[in-house]
């Protein structure tokens, strides 16, 4: 029995979410000298260019719709990735950024719950805790399917095309505000980064 289109995008999802987390992307920021202003900006850019990507690819109609709506995540979710690389860099904290707080920023408004146990506030600092592969991939299972969840009603939203992608491109702008405050709320505080588990100690033979 083949997969339905809400089932298929639920797989696409997860897989495209680990595939962003293996390429953290550069950043050419520098540490400002008012980092909450060049992050604010960064911000404001970044939203503006998620809502026009993602009303663009809300246009085409009908069976087109399920089609188009895998691309339009990943479009801006590129979008977003490099807003945060290019917050973290005005920050001074580019070279501290990991897959884990990649996937915070991203998704923390998305699916709190998938990645409460990744990066943890411990009063004014953050600890970022050093994920296995099989956290990461748990953690983007329950974010795909949140985000399925969404893409159901959009897929069905677009049967209106011109209102689907006003709909659209305003939601991004809109996402797109609060992967940016997630962001700036992290790299304006003081992080700590969990030590890896010690190694038990290797016995050698008499």
């Known amino acids: ?5 809400p089932d298929k995008t639920a797989h696409a999802v997860t897989q495209a979410i680990l595939g962003f987390l293996g390429q953290v992307p550069e950043s050419q920021r520098e540490l400002a000298a008012s980092p909450a202003d060049a992050a604010r900006a960064i911000a404001n850019a970044a939203a503006s260019r998620a809502a ?6 809300a246009l085409p109609p009908g ?11 990943i479009a801006v979710w590129k979008i977003q990735a490099q807003m945060v690389s290019d917050i973290a860099a005005v920050f001074g904290k580019r070279a501290q950024l990991s897959q884990e707080q990649m996937l915070y920023c991203l998704f923390r408004h998305t699916a709190a719950q998938a990645v409460r146990d990744l990066v943890v506030r411990v009063g ?16 983007a299972r329950k974010v795909g399917l949140k985000i399925t969840q969404r893409a159901v009603g959009k897929g069905i939203s677009r049967l209106i095309p011109l209102l689907s992608a006003v709909g659209v491109g305003g939601y991004a702008w809109y996402d797109t505000a609060r992967v940016a405050k997630t962001a700036i ?4 505080s003081p992080i700590d980064h969990e030590l890896p588990a010690p190694e038990p100690p290797v016995s050698l033979p008499n």
């Open 1 to 5: 029995m083949s997969e339905s289109p």
């Open 52 to 57: 026009t990507t993602a009303g663009v690819l």
């Open 63 to 73: 069976p087109l719709a399920w089609a188009t709506i895998l691309p339009e995540i």
């Open 124 to 139: 004014e600092r953050y600890l970022i805790k050093k994920a296995s592969y099989k956290t990461l991939e748990s953690a």
């Open 185 to 188: 709320d992290l790299f304006q």
